[in-house]
């Protein structure tokens, strides 16, 4: 009997760095530090090498690195802000948190917001877009800023998939007015809970964003204006200083597990591989595949004990809280035939063998 191979498996990437991590624990249990200090301060610099970015602020998670981006750019009720179709519900919740209309674009074949549609898509409403790293690959930032600059038209990058992902040397996050990428514990790099970033190069946003995240005060009682209680966990981001050192080992597996699935799938007829996801403008978070047949190979993989996920089964702009708008035929072509196999940086290569012999019988019995 084949032993089974789960999604994801959070605990084992643990069991390596337990010790370290409970020490740390233990540490700020003793210090009784649980808001701020020298562990969030570390995180700072830590990200603010890696990434290159002049200007980093640790928050609660991702979905507040958006609303917060937004409110630090002043966009609120009368104004537009272009969403691409599909994307986890964040990137559009926090448009509809702050009053703004979302206006939703669909996407190109990768799952990434269509650019040319994005242009047709602006009005003299517009003052924002928010492009998705989908699956840790990057929009093609360049050509999206030839439009939204000569327009006056602000950027928020949308990283919380792409941590770790770079083009042409520049971080993903680095590019757009403000960046914002999530910490949650399935990311390539995931709190023991929940927990975000910001970024800019912008020192004026960047200290709006530090007002917004901590009830608009820069000195104790002294609040200057309206905001609200973004900051990260003292204890969150002494886990991720500790996770961080697995960091670039973990990427380097990533991406050699991903050129393991190519090698078995690129080939196999009826199979539609991620494209690039080998470049370092891809961070390697979510090996897709796009099927017909997505909904049986999912049924199949389960019955063998293997673990897959869809991201999404649904366009946002179809759900119900967005009110169930229809056209975006790119988007629901994705959400019925993309499927992500398992990739972590604790997956053995057998286990990717074996979950490539699955699909290939699978398609071998259906095709012939
Ligand atoms: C594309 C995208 N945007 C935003 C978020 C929100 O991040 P968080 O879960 O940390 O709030 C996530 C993560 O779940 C995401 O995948």
């Not at 964040?90 to 674009?105: I, N, Q, R």
């Not at 074996?354 to 095709?367: D, G, H, P, T, Y």
């Amino acid at each position: 009997m084949n032993r089974s191979i789960p999604f994801l498996e959070l605990a084992p990437m643990h069991a390596d760095l337990a010790d370290e991590l409970k020490a740390k624990f233990a540490k700020l249990l003793e210090k009784g530090l649980f808001s701020g200090g020298e562990e969030v301060e570390a995180l700072e610099v830590t990200m603010q090498e890696f990434l290159g970015i002049s200007h980093v602020i640790p928050c609660a998670n991702g979905t507040d690195a958006l609303e917060l981006a937004l409110r630090a750019l002043e966009i609120g009720p009368g104004d537009e802000v272009i969403v691409p179709a599909l994307t986890w519900v964040s990137t559009a919740e926090v448009v509809k948190m702050v009053g703004a209309e979302v206006v939703f674009c669909d996407v190109d074949t990768d799952g990434l917001i269509d650019i040319k549609q994005m242009e047709n898509l602006i009005s003299p409403s517009t003052k924002a877009v928010i492009p998705v790293h989908l699956y840790g690959k990057m929009v093609e930032m360049n050509q999206l800023l030839r439009i939204t600059r000569s327009m006056g038209i602000k950027v928020i990058e949308d990283a919380a998939q792409a941590f770790g992902a770079f083009q042409q040397g520049k971080s993903a996050g680095a590019l757009g007015e403000i960046g914002c990428f999530s910490f949650y514990p399935t990311k390539n790099l995931g709190a023991l809970g929940e927990a975000g970033l910001l970024s800019t190069q912008d020192p004026l946003l960047e200290e709006r964003l530090r007002l917004l995240l901590n009830h608009g005060q820069a000195q104790r009682d002294r609040h200057e204006i309206i905001g609200r209680n973004s900051r990260i966990d003292t204890l969150q981001a002494a886990f991720l200083n500790v996770k961080f050192s697995c960091f670039k080992a973990w990427q380097q597996k990533r991406k050699a597990l991903a050129k393991l699935y190519l090698d078995h799938l690129q080939h196999l007829k009826g199979v539609v591989v991620p494209s690039s996801i080998l470049q370092s403008a891809h961070n390697a978070h979510l090996f897709t595949i796009q099927t017909d047949e997505r909904d049986a190979l999912k049924a199949y993989l389960g019955e063998k004990g293997i673990g897959t996920a869809v991201h999404y089964p649904l366009p946002v702009p179809v759900m119900q809280a967005f009110g169930g708008e229809k056209d975006f035929p790119v988007a629901s072509k994705l959400s019925i035939s993309t499927l992500s196999l398992p990739l972590h940086p604790y997956l053995r290569e057998d286990e990717v063998r074996r979950v490539c012999e699955e699909i290939q019988l699978f398609f071998s019995a259906r095709l012939g």
